[in-house]
């Protein structure tokens, strides 16, 4: 099973809005509505920011959104800030196992 | 809160077995509908997804690595585990439990994570 393709890198400017799609397959995003999505700092754990591809669990900032058509999730940043530059990993169920996307390195200049 | 910690030896020599627990503190790792996962990281590298565990020890593995790896749960101790054999290089990584939700099958509660490294 492949990892889902994600951009490795985005940027953007504060205040502006950024999204970073997800590819998968017919056998993952395309058949499930499982994705999630994830925040990762430096040296840091990951964080849940989005789950069942469109759902922000509590505490996360409402500037994140998610969304899926087709074998393609996708996850917005609108409002850019400085503490949003981190890596963004995806991640879906497959049936039996979960794969994560390859991870998408977002940048704010 | 609920809290995932790893545990386990931060080098392994090739062709040994790597093992790690999580410990879960703040609640039973039998209640609610949970399941219990293993995540790797190497370095400068991605997430990937090794495994997960039920507490009735029902177990599902990632296809590149199902001939290595073996997830245990110990609910008297509330901890689950991990037992990779064959190590290589490759294996080298940050190691993160991870708790997942049934209903929406995300990662919620993550541990910090270890290192570990194989090498001679």
């Known amino acids: 099973q492949s990892a889902l393709t994600q951009p490795a890198s985005v940027s953007g400017s504060p205040g502006q809005s950024i999204t970073i799609s997800c590819t998968g397959t017919?056998?993952?995003?395309?058949?499930?509505?499982?994705v999630s999505w994830y925040q990762q700092h430096p040296g840091k754990a990951p964080k849940l920011i989005i789950s069942?591809?469109?759902k922000r669990p509590s505490g996360v900032s409402d500037r994140f959104s998610g969304s899926k058509s087709g074998n393609t999730a996708s996850l917005t940043i609108s409002g850019l800030q400085a503490e949003d530059e981190a890596d963004y990993y995806c991640?879906?169920?497959?049936?039996?196992?979960?794969?994560f996307g390859g991870g998408t390195k977002l940048t704010v200049l | 809160q609920v809290q995932l910690q790893e545990s386990g030896p931060g080098l392994v020599k090739p062709s040994q077995t790597l093992s790690l627990t999580c410990t879960v503190s703040?609640?039973?790792?039998?209640?609610?509908?949970?399941?219990w996962s293993w995540i790797r990281q190497p370095a400068g590298k991605g997430l990937e997804w090794i495994g997960r565990?039920?507490?009735?020890?029902?177990?599902s593995y990632t296809p590149s690595l199902r001939s290595r790896v073996t997830l245990s749960v110990d609910t008297s101790r509330n901890e689950f585990s991990l037992k990779l054999n064959s190590v290589t290089a490759a294996d080298t990584a940050v190691y993160f439990c991870?708790?997942?939700?049934?209903?929406?099958?995300?990662?919620?509660?993550w541990g910090q994570g270890t290192m570990v490294t194989v090498s001679s």
């Open positions: 565990i039920y507490a009735s020890g029902i177990t």
């Open positions: 703040g609640d039973s790792i039998s209640s609610g509908a949970y399941y």
């Open positions: 069942e591809a469109n």
């Open positions: 017919n056998s993952d995003i395309g058949n499930y509505n499982l």
């Open positions: 991870a708790r997942g939700t049934f209903r929406e099958d995300a990662f919620d509660i």
């Open positions: 991640c879906s169920y497959t049936g039996s196992y979960s794969v």
